[in-house]
Nanobody, 126 residues
Framework: QVQLVESGGGLVQAGGSLRLSCAAS??????????MGWFRRTPGKEREFVAA????????YYADSVKGRFTISRDNAKNTVYLQMNSLKPEDTADYYC?????????????????WGQGTLVTVSA
């Protein structure tokens, strides 16, 4: 059974911080040889790329809208990837999803990912 489980979402005021976690189990783990990514979706909008890293964590990509505020990291021993979100803005409000890439590299396109979590809701109040 494949599972990616996100946690850490919630309600925060603008300017605050949250750290999302994504734990892998079953066939999604170990992900030590896979790139991982975070995406988000708001009602009425398409899924949006947020951040991605390579299997070593040595290469990272960020959407321009979060660059300098969000940081993706991983602990391969724990099969867990994180998204540290600082200086949150109301426009960051969304369901956040983690995903495992088909390749070892950081990827920006959702089509490059084969396993997805169920999402965790982040709400940023003004």
């Amino acid at each position: 059974q494949v599972q990616l489980v996100e946690s850490g979402g919630g309600l925060v005021q603008a300017g605050g911080s949250l750290r999302l976690s994504c734990a892998a189990s079953g066939r999604a783990a170990p992900f030590g040889r896979s790139g991982m990514g975070w995406f988000r979706r708001t009602p009425g909008k398409e899924r949006e790329f947020v951040a991605a890293d390579s299997w070593t964590g040595g290469t990272t990509y960020y959407a321009d809208s979060v660059k300098g505020r969000f940081t993706i990291s991983r602990d391969n021993a724990k099969n867990t990837v994180y998204l540290q979100m600082n200086s949150l803005k109301p426009e960051d409000t969304a369901d956040y999803y983690c995903a495992r890439s088909r390749s070892p590299y950081a990827r920006l396109q959702a089509s490059e990912y084969d396993y997805w979590g169920q999402g965790t809701l982040v709400t940023v109040s003004a």
